[in-house]
């Protein structure tokens, strides 16, 4: 055996996720992650989420070569917990995919990725943001995003999460970053687990129907810089919404993306859908669960070349 071929046979095979097709898959490279926000799906009791779950460089480096070959993996979004805090394995294993993306918390810096898509996420202006995601952090993202070079040839988008508690807050975060060196911002809604009591959520659809008028008048108001397409914002009304989700899921576009979650012993294991195990699908906010059935149901575009591009410029 040569000696690639000894190294290559103590390193670990994926787990089986059978023969189906994925084009578009993400994977949390990290379960390790320094803030805590509110809102966040990841760390939800019922998903694989323990920081003792890791799996080294060389091992994960060939496991994302037998799954991108096996599932014909074209888009890879890289999150984690917080993916910069393995910042060079993911640099390296961006260049294993086609359309490479990375969504991140940005106090570690902003990435450089030619051709890719970085996304910040950032939850409303300072007096929300860091009430949800830390102190300090708003400014600490502001002068990241401040410091990067616009001519690095890196789409960064910012995204906000809009829930029950902070969507008073989206006029007055576009104003304040609509002249940052950005290429756009990105407004999704909450998706709440099973029984979410968080009070986040909308316990009654009708009240984030208002909500997603403002999104679509901040739109009209800033075409250039939201980055949201009115026909999937009307899907998402509550009258709609289901015929896109599902009470389940069933209707939902988005369970033809692989999620890699890191479980237990440091392997790969997949989850019910990109949110995790434990989601209310009849209320999930997901921008991108709408724009996909946009796409497919209202101007005719299907397949998956068209998600897999869709998912790499919008995270979930
Ligand atoms: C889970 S984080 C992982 C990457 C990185 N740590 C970050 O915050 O960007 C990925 C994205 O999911 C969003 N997110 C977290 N919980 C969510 C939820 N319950 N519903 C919708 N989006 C959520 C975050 O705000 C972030 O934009
Ligand atoms: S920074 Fe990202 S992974 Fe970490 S808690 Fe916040 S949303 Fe979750
Ligand atoms: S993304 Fe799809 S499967 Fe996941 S919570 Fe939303 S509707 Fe359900």
Known sequence: MTAKGIKEAVLRDPTDFGDV???TALVNVTNVCNLSCAHCFVFRDD???SARDKMDDATMMRQFEILRDKHNIKSMLFMGGEPMIRKDLVMQAAKLFEIPAIVTNATYGIPKLPGGLVTVSLDGPEHM??????????????????????????TLMLQMVLTAQNHHGLEEFLEEVKDWPINGVAFTFYVPRAEDDTGLAWDDLKDRDPVIDRVIAAKKKYPGLVKANIGS??????????????????NCLMLGTLPLYMGDGGNFERTFCCYGNDVDCSRCGAYAVFNSAYHKRIKGEDGYHHRSRHYAKQWP
Do not use: H
């Not at 708003?138 to 690095?152: C, H, L, M």
């Open 21 to 23: 097709d994925y084009p």
């Open 47 to 49: 998903n694989p989420n």
């Open 129 to 154: 943001n860091d009430p949800i995601r830390g102190d300090g952090v708003f400014q600490k993202v502001k002068a990241a995003v401040e410091a990067r070079d616009p001519d690095d040839q890196t």
């Open 233 to 250: 914002l009307e899907l998402m009304y509550s009258e709609r919404c289901l015929e896109c989700t599902g009470e389940n899921g069933e």
